[in-house]
């Protein structure tokens, strides 16, 4: 008995999912009879199923909901979102009632007589007395278990009667439990005994749904043409069969090890070459992927089977809020990890309440902005790289920008002044924050806001990352992006004092080497370690020291020797994680931690390698922590909690600035000492050539550019400029009106990916701009110089051992208008310089410094100037023209025309 | 002697009266883990440590192609660390909750069978940390066997 109650409970909550989204699906289109169809079997089913299993509450409840159905069927009662309201009541009542019974066994006490009044009320809406008549066909109810011999009996003697009205359907359940108990106890022996039998024996319950369903097909070909869906259904279902979770799982980790012996037997045999186990072994290992892929996919469930609560959802809270809101599914099909599915389950199901609640207005609020009265709100899911993106977007209001720019200030998440230079993208994602998560905030910010902090931290739990776009007034798109799968991850091996780690590949933004000839140096503020990169300042912290690994104190060292770092991002913060050593990435199986070793949060669980060792795979989030903390321990300043925070300048530097406007009311500044003169214009004398403005400047032509790109130069009066000159070049930054100059210490707060900023500092208590002085120029420069560069061809000749710098640099060469020759020795180089006549020369010097020496003295470079490459800044080039890092383009360039320049001037 | 024996919740008291204890010594004493509670005997050949775990967790091993976490018995018992390391040393493995466990032991001795009347509750003036693992002592001849009791070791380090 217990095993049939247990196969009837997985297999009616089945049932009943399909049910609420098929009814939803039907309300919005009553007269779609395939739909209905559906559902009237399905309930149908449930009921049949309790009445073989004695279970009273639950057959009176399905079978009032299926009489209401039933009229609905042949049209006898419209379907009204009130009545479909009524039917979905039911189905809940039947869940709850299911839900107790899966934890008791027993059917709970309780009363339905409320909904079944309501319903059968609903039913009689324009019928006579419909149940009553049902009475008659108590025997109906046999019939599909007892397909052998009871199956004609009661069709003959009920059948005309039903196929008049309402057809075979609602024939089994229009019985009393009393009387039908009373039929089985006392009725007919022919019919009875199949159906005891079915109760009591083990052997034929399994067969129950299988009889059952062969009954509806029976009936099928007998009366129902419309059914034919129901036994093409049977016929699907007969290539699936049921597994418990546990065997899949235990398979799971079954097929990881033989991975893993897999991975060790390969490493045996690589190392011995001639091995004869080389070919089995080559066979066993293409098995074992396939084997690995096979059941990967045993796992892999459609991501619609986690929406399929959805549309009920929706359903119900449009209803409960006054709104009109349609769902959109798209790429159900697409396939992901069971155990993910599970965990995204409930934060998409959030997330989609909040879209209806918060995000989606009201009819009337919609027609007044003049969009369509029903809101829309779309579910996506899609395949990309090893990630499942899941977009969910409304047409609904947008989040409400000032609000949570307000309501963050008044958090303190952010200052003000960073609150009002922030982009918008950025202020939106407040809403992830945790202090954003009161009910309060919710009825006060027309945005969304309850538990988005929940929704990201389950998300990042399974590796995954959620993001957003809002437009106010036009809606919201959540971006989720998840990992196909949990079990086996992507990982990069890295060694800290002696001892390898895992850190998965999700985290980590990329690698890069600081110090020693590296062109990234650490540098420290107090105490804390950043490494400049790319222009921004990088947290940096030994894993060692992360871990707490003895001895770690001050691991990370001054630049004396080369060292590698990790770059990784978690938690909106990038930091870098300094290691000794960087081995391989690995594809590895996670093994959870022993409770004796859980407590440490640095670790997220523990694999074995391929060569057998056990290492421990580092939690990307705890090591953040770690991170945050130390920064906040070592030096307010360096609070980079905010990854754009950026600082510049030391505490004590004091800095000329002029501050200026320049399209919009806000300050913007730039250092003093870059700034060669002020000049006021007259706009008259601006002329205009090949799309820009110049102006005849001390006998030579200025271009003149805007500050803000946005602002127009002044086409009458005089127009501000600010001066000034670069390699003997001159260019006029146009603004709309000098303001002041100010003595200030510069703290550049928060970087800008703005082309042409530096970033904001508050100077004399407003955020104020800081403009890259650099940009524009080389942006004037480069443009301007262009067409005369082409007149004289000018060689180059590149002595460069390294063949990775000679292809590197000398594209770049070409690129900016020289003829290269690239050579790799001293000696090559002098032959090709006497014919070449090269304008100037560059030399590596990091190998060899002393032969590039010899370029100076050979009379045969005919004076050109040597230009000395080497790939750190600081290296001793003080014999030759000019120093130039490898890796620097644009300085590459500039010293080279820099170094011509002087040489021809000497 | 018998009824102490019958006290403690959950000896298994055979028919005969003894019960079979593997014995294992740590630092000088001779320590006694029930027959049925062991797994498997082995050396440790590799060990990785954790950092950050407590002071009694030496590491983390694979022994077949399992993570066994190896616990060291020494510190639990408030002994003088290792000082050549953990390569060799000998770890008797154990399970818990379905997770595995090595507890590594100086040396691992005889397989023995005790009578019951020779055990003795844990006299009261013993070492906290000791006490806390045992089950109690057998008298055996010209030494004391302590019995762990390895549920309340291995709960003892979580």
């Known amino acids: 008995m217990d095993e049939l109650l247990a196969e009837f409970l997985t297999e009616t909550n089945e049932f009943l999912e399909t049910v609420d989204t098929q009814l939803v699906q039907f309300e919005s289109d009553p007269t779609d009879s395939e739909t209905l169809n559906n559902i009237f079997r399905l309930v149908h089913t449930i009921k049949g199923t309790c009445g073989f299993l004695g279970l009273p509450r639950l057959q009176f409840v399905a079978h009032a909901g299926e009489t209401l159905l039933g009229k609905f069927r042949d049209g006898t009662i419209e379907a009204t979102p009130d009545s479909v309201q009524l039917v979905l009541e039911s189905i809940d009542r039947i869940k709850e009632i299911l839900a107790d019974l899966e934890t008791t066994g027993q059917e709970p006490e309780g009363d339905d007589s409320a909904l079944i009044g309501a319903l059968e009320r609903a039913a009689e809406g324009k019928t006579e007395a419909k149940p009553v008549e049902a009475k008659v066909e108590v025997k109906a109810e046999p019939e599909p278990a007892a397909p052998d011999n009871a199956d004609a009996i009661p069709v003959d003697e009920n059948g005309n009667k039903w196929d008049k009205d309402l057809g075979r359907f609602l024939k089994p359940g229009e019985v009393s439990l009393a009387e039908l108990e009373a039929a089985f106890m006392a009725a007919d022996v022919e019919e009875i005994s199949p159906k005891s039998e079915a109760v009591e024996a083990p052997a034929p319950v399994p067969r129950n749904p299988e009889d059952r369903r062969g009954g509806t097909e029976r009936r099928t070909t007998a009366r129902d043409e419309d059914d034919d869906a129901a036994s093409k259904a049977g016929g699907v279902s007969a290539q699936t069969i049921r597994v418990n979770v546990d065997v899949l799982e235990n398979l799971m980790t079954m097929v990881s090890e033989l991975v893993l012996t897999r991975n060790q037997l390969m490493q045996m045999v690589r190392n011995n070459s001639n091995s004869e186990f080389k070919a089995p072994l080559q066979r066993l290992s293409s098995v074992t992927g396939e084997l690995q892929d096979s059941v990967m996919k045993t796992r892999m469930q459609p991501v619609g089977s986690a929406w399929k609560k959805l549309p009920r959802i929706v359903r119900d809270a449009a209803r409960d809020l006054g709104k009109k809101i349609d769902l959109v599914l798209e790429g159900e099909a697409t396939e992901l990890d069971r155990q993910v599915l599970e965990l995204i389950k409930d934060p998409l199901t959030h997330m989609i309440r909040n879209s209806c609640d918060h995000a989606i207005e009201k009819p009337a609020d919609r027609a007044a902005a003049g969009k369509n009265e029903t809101g829309t709100i779309k579910l996506n899911a899609y395949h990309e790289g090893g990630h499942i993106v899941i977009e969910l977007s409304d047409d609904g209001a947008g989040l409400n920008t000032a609000r949570i720019r307000d309501k963050a200030i008044k958090n303190g998440l952010v200052t003000e002044e960073q609150a009002w230079t922030m982009p918008d993208a950025q202020i939106h994602r407040f809403i992830f924050a945790p202090g954003f998560s009161t009910a309060q905030v919710v009825t006060n910010l027309s945005g969304r806001g309850v538990g988005m902090d929940v929704v990201r931290t389950n998300i990042k739990l399974i590796g995954g990352e959620v993001d957003l776009q809002s437009n106010e007034g036009k809606g919201t798109k959540f971006f989720i992006k998840i990992p196909l799968t949990l079990a086996i991850v992507s990982a990069l091996v890295v060694g800290a004092k002696g001892q ?407 | 002697m018998n009824a102490t024996a019958l006290k403690s919740d959950d000896m298994v008291v055979s028919d005969f009266g003894t019960q079979e204890f593997v014995t294992v010594h740590v630092g000088d004493q001779i320590l006694g883990v029930g027959v049925k509670e062991i797994h498997d005997v082995f050396a440790i050949s590799e060990l990785t440590p954790v950092p950050g775990a407590r002071k009694e967790i030496a590491g983390v091993l694979n022994l077949r192609g399992r993570i066994v976490t190896a616990i060291d018995a020494r510190v639990i018992l408030g002994l003088p660390p290792r000082e050549n390391g953990y390569v060799g040393v000998m770890a008797v493995g154990v399970e818990h909750k379905g997770e595995s466990y090595g507890v590594l032991v100086d040396s691992v001795g005889e397989v023995l069978r005790l009578k019951d009347s020779e055990f003795e509750a844990n006299p009261i003036n013993m070492d906290a940390k000791w006490k806390s693992i045992s089950r109690g002592i057998y008298r055996l001849e010209g030494k004391l066997l302590m019995t762990i009791d390895i549920e309340k070791l291995l709960v003892q380090s979580n």
């Open chain 1, 500 to 906: 390898r780690f895992a850190i998965p590949q999700l985290s980590v933004v990329e690698l890069v080497s600081a110090g020693g000839s590296s062109e990234h140096k650490v540098e420290t503020l107090n105490k804390a370690r950043v490494l400049r990169l790319r222009d921004r300042l990088l947290p940096l912290m030994s894993l060692s020291g992360a871990l707490c690994i003895e001895g770690a104190e001050d691991d990370i060292k001054d630049n004396n020797s080369t060292q590698f770092v990790v770059v990784m991002q978690q938690a909106g913060i990038m930091f870098g994680i300094v290691v000794d050593e960087v081995f391989d990435t690995e594809e590895i199986v996670v093994k959870p931690l022993s409770s004796a070793v859980s407590g440490v949060k640095a670790f997220s669980g523990a694999t074995i390698l391929g060569d057998g060792s056990v290492i421990m795979i580092i939690d990307p989030q705890s090591i953040a922590r770690a991170v945050g903390e130390t920064e906040e321990h070592t030096s307010e300043e360096a609070d980079s909690r905010q990854k754009s925070v950026k600082q510049e300048a030391k505490k004590d530097d004091i800095e000329s600035l002029i501050i200026f406007r320049a399209g919009g009311e806000e300050p913007k500044a730039v250092p003093l000492g870059v700034v060669t003169r002020l000049e006021d214009l007259d706009v008259s004398t601006f002329e205009q050539s090949d799309g820009k403005t110049l102006v005849q400047y001390r006998g030579s032509l200025m271009p003149i550019v805007p500050a803000d790109p946005y602002t127009n130069i002044k086409t009458s009066g005089n127009q501000p400029i600010l001066v000034f000159t670069h390699n003997e070049h001159a260019i006029g930054l146009a603004v709309d009106e000098i303001l002041d100059i100010v003595e200030e210490k510069l703290d550049i707060e928060m970087a800008t990916d703005k082309g042409g900023m530096l970033g904001v500092a508050v100077i004399k208590g407003r955020a104020t701009e800081i403009l890259d002085v650099g940009y524009h120029l080389s942006n004037a420069i480069t443009d301007w110089d262009k067409p005369i560069k082409k007149e004289e061809p000018k060689n180059i000749v590149l002595v460069e051992r390294n063949p990775f710098f000679r292809n590197l640099l000398s594209p770049l060469l070409k690129a900016a208008g020289y003829n290269v020759e690239a050579v790799d020795t001293v000696s090559a180089a002098l032959v090709c310089a006497e014919y070449q006549k090269p304008t100037a020369i560059l030399a590596d010097i990091d190998e060899d410094r002393n032969s590039a020496l010899r370029l100076l003295d050979d009379e045969r470079t005919a004076g050109a100037p040597v230009v000395a490459l080497s790939g750190s800044s600081e290296a001793d080039a003080q014999e030759f023209a000019a120093l130039v890092r490898k890796s620097d383009r644009y300085g590459l360039i500039s010293t080279i025309e820099y170094a011509t320049k002087k040489g021809l001037a000497a």
